[in-house]
């Protein structure tokens, strides 16, 4: 993941050269759906999201998965074309912000765009505003947000961010589904699978058995055979795996 990031980051930077110019030619709602549609077979998400970005008016973007903050390590990003080191010293606050969100204010926020402020320490691109845009959504049980970064001094569009949220939740929502295959391929089985989430939940052995309705053993027997089939070591690894492979 670190790679893609900086991969995505040097692909960016061409972009962000551009300035405030760039914000001003922005693509309508109309072009934005139609180029999408050549994006999706297969998905082609970091495109797509660079698209969306432009739609916005914002200049980098960050698809996150929100359950996946507090664990180690950047598994919790999705896509990106943020600044390697802009992601790593965020994380930190990413993770904070989202402890702190109640339910009942994480079910309010979905769709809902959200300003806050980097802190002062943080190094940004230049001409960037220090002030950062989150759009949240779910795809099916799976809860994400899109994080933007735009230039200084201009206005973003609520409607737009709206639209952003909806596409990238179809974005996301169709790539899932067009690896339906890719759990069949990795020959992990329906109720393998199924601990697997619920790992990613933060579960222990003896919840999950609670919620499935089985014993402690059977489930701790899953959890190595999904291991050794992913040649995973930890709970932690497979977990990852399952995000990277669209299982969970």
Request: net charge neutral; glycine share 6%; charged share 25%.
């Amino acid at each position: 993941m670190e790679m893609e990031i900086l991969q995505a980051e040097q692909a960016a930077r061409g972009r962000a050269q551009t300035g405030r110019g760039a914000t001003q030619k922005a693509p309508t709602r109309t072009q934005v759906i139609t180029r999408l549609a050549g994006m999706t077979k297969p998905v082609q998400l970091g495109a797509a999201l660079a698209l969306l970005a432009e739609y916005a008016g914002a200049s980098h973007y960050l698809l996150i998965r929100c359950d996946l903050i507090q664990d180690p390590g950047l598994d919790f990003v999705v896509s990106s074309n943020w600044p390697f080191d802009l992601v790593r010293t965020i994380s930190g606050v990413i993770s904070n912000d989202y402890a702190r969100s109640t339910e009942l204010e994480k079910c309010m926020s979905l769709l809902q765009p959200n300003f806050a402020l980097f802190p002062d320490e943080v190094d940004l691109p230049a001409e960037t505003s220090r002030q950062y845009c989150t759009v949240n959504f779910n795809v099916g049980r799976t809860r994400l947000a899109l994080m933007l970064i735009y230039v200084d001094g201009f206005i973003l569009s609520p409607d737009r961010l709206r639209d952003v949220g909806l596409m990238t939740a179809y974005l996301r929502s169709f790539a899932e589904a067009s690896v339906q295959k890719g759990e069949r391929d990795c020959d992990l089985t329906e109720r393998e699978i199924e601990c697997l989430y619920w790992i990613a939940e933060g579960k222990t052995s003896d919840e999950i058995a609670v919620i499935l309705g089985i014993s402690r053993n059977t489930i701790n027997n899953y959890i190595t055979s999904v291991m050794r089939k992913t040649a995973t070591k930890t709970r932690s690894e497979a977990i990852a795996y399952a995000v990277r492979n669209n299982l969970v």
